[in-house]
């Protein structure tokens, strides 16, 4: 925890006590799971719906989805602990770099709000990954192909819907992003059609 930010938060440290200290019939009662046996359990069972509340109920989702840790998992994990050179590592492998960028740039600007040591290095952060979705929207050779990765969708929610609900200004200022909204504003419609642009 090279920010120290993990440390800091208190419900964190509550569920994590709670599900590492447990002993094995009082783990399986916890939200009526069976009992954890592995890390990702406990990630699962205890991390994710801090991360859920406290972030973004995306990461909820993901590890709710999950049987196993996904690249996107550790990537959050290595940016919340601040350790910047292993999230890039893990970015590199993620199956969706682009909404996995934006949710890093928003864990980013979330932990700066909550007075996060550091403050102005995990801002410079922040920043960079959002240029990292952009330059993924950028690289595309066509701007049908631009359109396929800001339409793909995780969920309800396709990537412009996701940079839309987490206000990444700069990221829907990109000229792919504006194509698709003036689309969508000129029928009438306010998001991708599947989870809203918008919503909170």
């Given amino acids: 925890d090279g920010l120290g930010y993990l440390a800091s938060q208190p419900a964190l440290q509550k569920v994590l006590v709670s599900s590492l200290t447990a002993p094995p019939p009082a783990r399986a009662s916890i939200q009526g799971k069976k009992a954890?046996?592995?890390?990702?359990?406990?990630?699962?069972?205890?991390?994710?719906p801090w991360l859920?509340?406290?972030f973004a109920i995306e990461l909820q989702r993901d590890a709710d989805l999950s049987s196993e840790p996904t690249y996107a998992q550790l990537f959050y994990w290595a940016v919340l602990s601040g350790d910047w050179a292993m999230a890039r590592l893990f970015w590199s492998r993620c199956s969706d770099p682009t909404?996995?960028?934006?949710?890093?740039?928003?864990i980013c600007r979330r932990m700066v709000a909550h007075g996060v040591s550091q403050a102005s290095l995990v801002r410079e952060h922040a920043t960079k990954l959002e240029e990292m979705a952009i330059g993924i929207i950028d690289a595309a050779e066509t701007p049908a192909e631009a359109a396929a990765v800001l339409a793909h969708k995780?969920?309800?929610?396709?990537?412009l819907d996701l940079a839309l609900?987490?206000?990444?200004?700069?990221?829907?200022t990109n000229p792919n992003c504006r194509a698709i909204m003036d689309k969508w504003w000129s029928s009438g419609d306010s998001g991708g059609g599947g989870g809203g642009g918008g919503g909170g």
């Avoid at 609900?165 to 829907?172: G, I, S, V």
């Fill in 36 to 48: 954890c046996s592995r890390p990702h359990d406990t990630y699962k069972d205890s991390i994710a």
């Fill in 154 to 159: 995780d969920g309800k929610m396709s990537v």
């Fill in 52 to 54: 859920g509340s406290t």
């Fill in 165 to 172: 609900k987490f206000e990444m200004k700069r990221f829907l």
């Fill in 99 to 106: 909404r996995t960028a934006l949710v890093g740039s928003h």
